[in-house]
């Protein structure tokens, strides 16, 4: 738990807040900065869903769907939260 919040602490490197994907609105996109330790990890990254990656959320809440590599894609609320992301322009 301690390295969860020390992760979503923002940094001196970066004047963005980081926030979690369970944190973006719908019509927002994103890209992700990290996977935080979680189950299924892999398998998001295996999906396309990895650190870099551009994500546009299509409806937020739980599920919430977004669009990775131009699939459409759902996740619980509780993996969204695990996946810090930094807004794009």
């Known amino acids: 738990m301690k390295r969860w919040l020390a992760?979503?602490?923002?940094s001196s490197a970066t004047s963005a807040t980081p926030q979690t994907l369970a944190d973006v609105?719908?019509?927002?996109?994103?890209?992700?900065?990290?996977?935080l330790?979680?189950?299924?990890a892999e398998t998001l990254r295996e999906r396309g869903l990895c650190?870099?990656?551009?994500v546009r959320?299509?409806?937020?809440?739980?599920?919430?769907?977004?669009?990775v590599l131009g699939v459409?894609?759902?996740?619980n609320r509780h993996t969204a939260q695990?996946?810090?992301?930094?807004?794009l322009p």
């Open 82 to 87: 695990g996946i810090l992301v930094e807004r």
């Open 51 to 54: 650190e870099t990656s551009e």
């Open 72 to 75: 459409r894609m759902t996740l």
């Open 37 to 40: 330790d979680m189950d299924g």
């Open 7 to 10: 992760a979503l602490r923002p």
């Open 57 to 67: 959320v299509i409806a937020d809440g739980d599920p919430l769907v977004c669009s």
């Open 25 to 35: 609105p719908a019509g927002e996109r994103v890209r992700v900065r990290r996977l």
